[in-house]
C-alpha cells in the first residue's frame, strides 16, 4: 500500500510503497476515504514543528473500518469513521477531568500507538504516523479511540474536515463561554480554520463578524461563511479598524493564524471584558507581546483553545447535526480535490495562500 512520508523538514513528501502490520488489541485497521491538506501538516514540511522521522502526516481525515484487533467494541468493518486526532487514553486526569482533547497519554505517546511501537514499516525500519493517524495513506491502523462512527448520509470529504479544521474553528467559538448571540466578533487569518470560526460565529449569533487577512481574494470568499466586514491587514491598521467598526472594540477575537503579530492584535482589538481566542498554532518556541496594563484594567481575558477546546467526538456529533440540517456550508470549503500521489502540490497550494480546502481523495 502506498503513503506519502516526510523524511525531512523541507524536502517534499516521498510516495512510496510501505508495509503495515495488522492492528494489535484495541487497534483498528482502516482504508482511508478522504484527507485534509491541513496547515498543521505544512508546519512538520517546514520544520516549524517538531516530531520524529520518517513520519506519514496527515490528521484530518476519514475512513472505513477494514478489521479490528481484539477487544475492538465501538466499530464493525464496514463503519464509516471520522478520525480524531486525538485517542484519548480516558484513564489519565485530563480524560478523567472532562478535556479528552488535551490526553496526556496521547502526547506522550505522540506519532506511536498506545503501546510507544508503529504498524508501517519500510525496509523493516518504523514509520511514525502522526497523530497517531497518518492519514496520508491508502491504509493505516489507528486506535479504537481514533474512530468515530458517522451516517452514511455525511460525504467523506466533509467528515475529514470535520476531523480538523470545522471541528477546531466552530468548537472555539461554540465551546466558549463569552460567545453569545449579539456579541461582535473579529477573525484573524481566514484560511480552513479561520474560515470555520467564521461560521461558528454566525451559528451563535454574532451580531458582527469582522474577518482580518492580508489576501483579498481570501477575505472576499469569508462572506460565503458569514463575514459582515472585511479587513486587509497590509492595507490598514487592522485594530484601528476593528474599533471604528464597533465603536471601541469587538467582545470576542479570534487569531486562527498563530503568530506573535496576529495574537497581540487580536488582544488589542478587544473592548473591556473582552475574550481573545487563540487557536492557530504559532511557530514552537513563538512569544507573543502583551500590553499587560490594558489587560488588567480594561479586564480582557486571553485563552488557548485545542481542538475545539472540548470533547472532539462531542464536537463532532453536533457537526454531523447541523450539516445535515444545512446551517453549516462545509461543502464550500473544498475547493480543490488530489490524487495521493499530487500531494504536494496540495501544499504548495497552501503555502501559497489559496482560497478553502485542499482534500486527497483515495
Ligand atoms: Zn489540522
Ligand atoms: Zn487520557
Redo the contacts with the bound molecule.
Sequence with gaps: MKAAVLYKANTPLVVEELKLASPKAGEVKVRMAAA?V???DHHWMTGDAEGPMPIVLG??GSAVVEEVGEGVTRVAAGDRCILSFVSSCGYCRLCRTGSPQLCDTAGITGSALFDGTTRLTKDGEPIYQMAKLGVFSELGVVPEQACHKMPKAIPFEVAALIG??VT?GVGAVINNVAARPGATVAVFGCGGVGLNVIQGAKLMGASRIIAVDIYNHKLEFTYKFGATDVINSKEVNAVDEIKELTDGGVDLAFDSFGSAMTTSAAVDALRKNGTAVLVGLAPVGADAPINMVDLVRSQKTLVGSYYGSASSHETFDKLIDWYLKGRLNIDELITRRYALDEINEGFDALSRGEDGRGVIIF
Design positions: 485534509g491541513c496547515a498543521s490528521h484530518e480538523c479544521s477546531t
